[in-house]
C-alpha cells in the first residue's frame, strides 16, 4: 500500500500551480512510476474520488479498481453554491468558512483525537492551494458520462445532501459496482469504522482478484 501527500498537502510541496483534477492525477501516476507499480487500485475519499476517475480516464491500462470513500462521481453542488464557497475561500476569513464546512463532516463515532488531526491537517492547506483545488472540482469537464469500467466500490456515508437516487446514478457510471451505504456516520467513513472499512475494501479485493492482478 502507498499512502500519497497530494500535492499541495501534507508534506508534499506546495507550488504556485492549478491544482486541477488532472495535474493531481500525473502526480499519483509520477508517484506510481517512482515506486515502480504498473497497476493498482486507487483509493479516494472526498475529492480524492475524481481524482481517482481522472486518473482512469488518462491511465486506463494503469488501474484495476476504484475505492470510493464517501466521494462524488457526479456534480455535488449547483454551480451558484460552488461559486458561493469558491468566494467564502477567497475572503480573509477562510479558515472559518472551512471549519464551518468541516463541521458538519464529523460522525458520531469519529474519535477526538481523529477530529484534531483532521482540523490540523485542513488548517496546513495553503489558501491558494484550498481554492484552487475547489475550482478544480467545480470544473465541468471532470464530470461527464463516460464509464468507469473496472470494478468499483463505493462506501457512503447516508446522507440527505445526495438524494435517494445515489446508487442508481453511480451504477450509471460504474456498471460493476459494489455499493454500500452505512447509516450513522459521517463524511471519515474509514476514520469512523476502520475495522469495517478495511474489511469491505479487502473483500472487494478478493472477490474481483485485484491482488493477483496487480502482480
Do not use: C
Not at 105 to 126: C, D, K, N, W
Amino acid at each position: 500500500m502507498i499512502a500519497v501527500d497530494l500535492p499541495g498537502h501534507g508534506k508534499s510541496d506546495k507550488p504556485q500551480v492549478t491544482y486541477s483534477m488532472d495535474f493531481f492525477a500525473r502526480a499519483v501516476e509520477a508517484v506510481m512510476r517512482d515506486a515502480k507499480v504498473k497497476r493498482a487500485v486507487l483509493v479516494g475519499h472526498s475529492m480524492g474520488t475524481p481524482i481517482a476517475r481522472q486518473f482512469y480516464r488518462k491511465y486506463p491500462d494503469k488501474t484495476l479498481g476504484i475505492v470510493i470513500a464517501d466521494g462524488p462521481l457526479r456534480p455535488f453542488g449547483e454551480k451558484a453554491m460552488m461559486e458561493a464557497m469558491t468566494a467564502s475561500f477567497r475572503g480573509p476569513n477562510y479558515k472559518d468558512a472551512m471549519g464551518q464546512m468541516f463541521a458538519g463532516m464529523f460522525g458520531p463515532s469519529l474519535s477526538a483525537e481523529a477530529q484534531g488531526r483532521i482540523t490540523a491537517s485542513r488548517l496546513s492547506t495553503p489558501q491558494y492551494v484550498l481554492v484552487s483545488a475547489w475550482e478544480g472540482m467545480g470544473d465541468p469537464s471532470i464530470w461527464g458520462e463516460d464509464k468507469i469500467n473496472v470494478p468499483v466500490l463505493a462506501i457512503m456515508a447516508k446522507n440527505p445532501f445526495f438524494g435517494p437516487d445515489l446508487e442508481q446514478r453511480y451504477r450509471g457510471i460504474a456498471p460493476n459496482l459494489d455499493f454500500r451505504l452505512w447509516d450513522g456516520v459521517g463524511h471519515f467513513v474509514m476514520m469512523e469504522r476502520p475495522k469495517e472499512f478495511n474489511e469491505a475494501v479487502l473483500g472487494f479485493l478478493d472477490k474481483n482478484t485485484l491482488l493477483k492482478k496487480q502482480k
